[in-house]
């Protein structure tokens, strides 16, 4: 019973507002640091947000692309094209600060 306790806890930090913030952290962190690596995990950890969000009428076929967004930030990190990483992440960062936009105006 104590490993589902955890398993569901870990799963609602990844799905919620933590999974949202660290992975956007954690992919700014990659770009400032030059690591792709980091990206791919900021990538990893969007999946759930971009799941729930492929599931609503407004974003039906972009929720989806999100993560790929990352990835290809991660693939210009590699080629030392940081400008683009940063575009690139922008995506994400701007639906994830308008929903909570939209969340804080309730």
């Given at each position: 019973?104590?490993?589902?306790?955890?398993?569901?806890?870990?799963?609602?930090?990844?799905?919620?507002?933590?999974?949202?913030?660290?992975?956007?952290a954690i992919s700014v962190a990659g770009i400032r640091?030059?690591?792709?690596?980091?990206?791919?995990?900021?990538?990893?950890?969007?999946?759930?947000?971009?799941?729930?969000?492929?599931?609503?009428?407004?974003?039906?076929?972009?929720?989806?692309?999100?993560?790929?967004?990352?990835?290809?930030?991660?693939?210009?990190?590699?080629?030392?094209?940081?400008?683009?990483?940063?575009?690139?992440?922008?995506?994400?960062?701007?639906?994830?600060?308008?929903?909570?936009?939209?969340?804080?105006?309730?």
């Open positions: 019973m104590e490993r589902f306790s955890l398993l569901s806890t870990i799963l609602i930090l990844l799905t919620g507002w933590p999974g949202i913030i660290t992975s956007l640091r030059k690591n792709p690596a980091w990206l791919i995990a900021g990538a990893i950890l969007a999946v759930p947000f971009s799941w729930y969000l492929s599931q609503t009428p407004l974003f039906k076929h972009v929720g989806l692309l999100l993560p790929l967004f990352q990835l290809g930030a991660a693939v210009a990190v590699h080629k030392r094209v940081t400008w683009l990483a940063w575009l690139l992440l922008m995506p994400f960062a701007g639906i994830a600060g308008w929903l909570g936009m939209v969340v804080l105006m309730q």
